[in-house]
């Protein structure tokens, strides 16, 4: 007999930022498990690309344009969803954006671009995708978190109290929505290794650097999301919300210095 605890089969997901890197492994892990998944991002053609190699005969992935800061497009994304096929079971709130630079070299648009997506495009999809969780009476919201909301990296700054008002609203939601069999929690990725990141990872510094400060002494991969967002989905955790999920291969679990012991 099968076990069915962390089973996500005819669930349906609903993934923001499904288009690439985490959103696009974590829209291929649900699907590959018998998931209905829906990835949503502003770019039509990379979404359809993303949506074409995800699918096969088996899987079953779909996609649907959506700016995430636009309660207008929310909405008629969530509705979209809802008429095709009847329900959310899982939300995976993953669209994010970043700048690197120095905090007095930010600029009042580039802090907008950033919170506008990262911490009000949380807030709206969650809060639009929540009132249909609410009304049938379940539902899990998976929101990613990041390192930064345990230690602010240089450089960051903006990026970092954006996924700091995510962690308050996962909290905050959670403890709102329990009543209504709603479950909200989040995964806090390490070092991912992604389209997006690996041209910083290629420094030889950098990566040393990472690797002495990560326990299990390598970077992550896109793919070392993949059990954390299955156990937050499934009756695996029908027991938790309003927590965080720090995938980060140790690094949180402490301060390492440069001594060999």
């Given at each position: 007999m099968l076990d069915t605890l962390f089973s996500v089969k005819d669930h349906v997901v609903l993934i923001t930022g499904g288009s690439r890197g985490i959103g696009k492994e974590l829209a291929s892990a649900f699907a590959?498990?018998?998931?209905?998944?829906?990835?949503?991002?502003?770019?039509?053609?990379?979404?359809?690309?993303?949506?074409?190699?995800?699918?096969?005969?088996?899987?079953?992935?779909?996609?649907?344009?959506?700016?995430?800061?636009?309660?207008?497009?929310?909405?008629?994304?969530?509705?979209?969803?809802?008429?095709?096929?009847?329900k959310i079971d899982t939300l995976v709130s993953v669209a994010g954006v970043n700048k690197r630079m120095k905090a007095e070299a930010y600029t009042e648009e580039d802090y907008d671009s950033i919170t506008n997506i990262n911490a009000k495009g949380a807030w709206i999809t969650a809060q639009t995708v929540g009132r249909e969780m609410i009304t049938q009476g379940s539902g899990s919201i998976i929101n990613v978190d990041s390192l930064n909301t345990y230690a602010p990296l240089r450089g960051t700054t903006p990026y970092a109290m954006s996924k700091a008002s995510v962690l308050m609203m996962t909290r905050g939601l959670a403890n709102e929505w329990g009543r209504h069999g709603v479950r909200v929690n989040s995964i806090a990725p390490g070092f991912i290794l992604t389209d997006l990141t690996k041209k910083v990872w290629a420094d030889e510094t950098m990566q040393a650097w990472g690797k002495a400060n990560t326990p299990l002494e390598r970077l992550g991969t896109v793919s070392d999301l993949i059990g954390a967002a299955i156990f937050l989905a499934s009756d695996a955790s029908q027991f938790m919300t309003g927590q965080t999920l720090r995938v980060d291969g140790g690094f949180t679990a402490g301060i390492n210095w440069p001594i060999d012991l």
């Open positions: 590959s498990r018998g998931a209905q998944v829906i990835i949503a991002g502003r770019n039509k053609e990379t979404l359809n690309k993303a949506a074409n190699e995800i699918n096969t005969s088996s899987n079953s992935v779909s996609s649907e344009v959506c700016d995430v800061s636009s309660s207008d497009d929310v909405e008629v994304l969530v509705n979209s969803v809802k008429s095709q096929y009847g």
